[in-house]
């Protein structure tokens, strides 16, 4: 009887806050897409062609990497060994660069700077600087903001591949990497 009671007064406490003039929050249906099927089994009953809805253990969509699309044009120029000239394929392969940035006004490169292993370590960290702005160079000349592109020399500290003196191998450490992301300003 003394709990009926204060459940009663609770009740009446509680219905007396509730004023004509309160606010009434109202939310957003709540839909559950599953059906208890027979022997207990969840049943999809969603519509997976409306955005936002898809079957579980389907994987969640990411937006695609912009370096993964990047790859595809081609990330990476090779030059002779000492040199920093740009070569007719790596000409090519900086004009698709150049015209993808041009599409993803978004995105910011940085051009990496590498040498292969002979020579001093201070003579490859300026040979991979000079590959590097050669390549700075001739994106800005095929309409790239000079803003978007930076660089960093690596020398030989990173190679590709690690050889000793097989020569095929060392050409794949003279190169220039061009890594690209999306700018934080969204420029």
Not at 36 to 55: C, E, H, I, S, W
Not at 76 to 95: G, I, K, N, P
Not at 130 to 139: D, F, G, I, K, Q
């Amino acid at each position: 009887m003394r709990v009926t009671l204060t459940t009663i007064a609770a009740v009446a406490v509680l219905s007396a806050c509730d004023m004509p003039g309160d606010r009434q929050i109202v939310s957003a249906p709540v839909t559950d897409n599953y059906v208890t099927g027979p022997g207990g089994v969840a049943v999809y009953r969603g519509d997976v062609n409306v955005a936002g809805q898809r079957l579980p253990g389907d994987p969640v969509p990411v937006a695609p990497d912009p370096g993964t699309e990047f790859a595809a044009v081609g990330d990476t120029v090779y030059f002779e060994e000492t040199q920093a000239t740009l070569s007719d394929d790596a000409r090519q392969t900086l004009t698709r660069q150049a015209a993808w940035l041009a599409q993803n006004q978004g995105a910011r490169a940085t051009v990496e700077g590498h040498a292969d292993e002979p020579g001093t370590s201070e003579f490859n960290l300026a040979l991979g600087a000079r590959r590097a702005t050669s390549v700075r160079e001739y994106l800005v000349s095929k309409g790239v903001e000079a803003g978007r592109i930076s660089t960093v020399s690596y020398g030989k500290e990173r190679p590709a591949s690690i050889c000793a003196s097989e020569a095929s191998c060392l050409a794949r450490n003279r190169r220039a990497v061009t890594v690209v992301q999306q700018s934080q300003a969204g420029v």
